[in-house]
C-alpha cells in the first residue's frame, strides 16, 4: 500500500512563510507526476501545484509567483516552499500523484495564516 505524510503546517502571520514536506511510500514516487492541494471547509479539494518526475512545474493563478514546488527523488519527498502567505491560504494541505490519485490519501497538514 502506497502511503503519503504531510508535514509542515501551522501558525503564521501574513506575509510569513512556510514550507511543507510530502513523504511517499513505495516505488511509483520518482517516477509520478505529484501535486499539492488544499481543501478549506465545505469546498472541494483543488489542485495547487505539479510537478512532473523531471521537476518540470505548474501553478495555479492564486499561489503563482508565491509558492515553490520542488521533489528529492532519492528521499521519496516532495516540497511545497510558501512565501507571502495571505489569509485566504488558510487550508488543509494534501499531495498526491496527479491526475490520477494513486496515493491512499494522507491525513494532509493544516496551515492557517492570521491577517
Known amino acids: 500500500q502506497v502511503q503519503l505524510v504531510e508535514s509542515g503546517g501551522g501558525l503564521v502571520q501574513a506575509g510569513g512563510s512556510l514550507r511543507l514536506s510530502c513523504v511517499a511510500s513505495?516505488?511509483?514516487?520518482?517516477?509520478?507526476?505529484m501535486a499539492w492541494y488544499r481543501q478549506t471547509p465545505g469546498k472541494q479539494r483543488a489542485f495547487i501545484a505539479t510537478?512532473?518526475?523531471?521537476?518540470?512545474?505548474n501553478y495555479a493563478e492564486s499561489v503563482k509567483g508565491r509558492f515553490t514546488i520542488s521533489r528529492d527523488n532519492a528521499k521519496n519527498t516532495m516540497y511545497l516552499q510558501m512565501n507571502s502567505l495571505k489569509p485566504e491560504d488558510t487550508a488543509v494541505y494534501y499531495c498526491?500523484?496527479?491526475?490520477?490519485?494513486?496515493?491512499?490519501w494522507g491525513q494532509g497538514t493544516q496551515v492557517t495564516v492570521s491577517s
Open positions: 510537478i512532473t518526475s523531471g521537476g518540470s512545474t
Open positions: 513505495g516505488k511509483i514516487f520518482s517516477r509520478s507526476t
Open positions: 498526491n500523484s496527479h491526475p490520477l490519485f494513486l496515493y491512499t
